[in-house]
């Protein structure tokens, strides 16, 4: 095999990826996967929290609020597509919001949001609600 011929497979293996990205997720888990703005740690962060879910992808949050609102928020995780974009998305909702409403987000909602998951997938919803709730919870008790 050439580089040529390798390269013509590479890119025929990519459309084929793509193509299943693309009949498996909505163009919002796509865009929001492929594009995490939110991801990263803040420094120096006001709430803060790590979980690791039953798929074993661990994620952690980091928030900034001041009088009771949300500011800025960061997650990372080492989860997969559609927990990259659950944790992007959850930021994108809860900046400049109140820690009342954003302990009032459910799962369901940002799985709505997103424009679902698959079944298989849900549970990455839930990860990035949990911790979350962890996260502010553990704050609102400080």
């Known amino acids: 095999m050439d580089e040529d011929d390798f390269l013509e497979m590479v890119k025929d293996l990519q459309r084929k990826i793509e193509h299943e990205e693309e009949s498996t997720y909505s163009q919002i888990v796509i865009r929001e996967y492929r594009n995490p703005n939110n991801f990263g740690v803040l420094k120096n962060p006001d709430a803060t929290g790590s979980i690791k879910g ?3 992808d661990t994620m952690k949050i980091t928030l900034s609020i001041k009088d009771g609102i949300i500011k800025d928020g960061r997650f ?4 997969c597509g559609a927990t990259i974009a659950c944790g992007n998305m959850l930021i994108k909702i809860i900046k400049n919001i109140s820690l009342n409403d954003a302990l009032k987000i459910s799962y369901e909602k940002l ?3 997103l424009g679902g998951l698959p079944d298989e997938h849900h549970h990455c919803s839930k990860l990035a609600i949990d911790i979350l709730r962890k996260s502010l919870k553990e704050y609102k008790n400080k």
């Open 54 to 56: 039953p798929c074993n």
């Open 76 to 79: 990372w995780t080492d989860g």
């Open 111 to 113: 799985l709505n949001i």
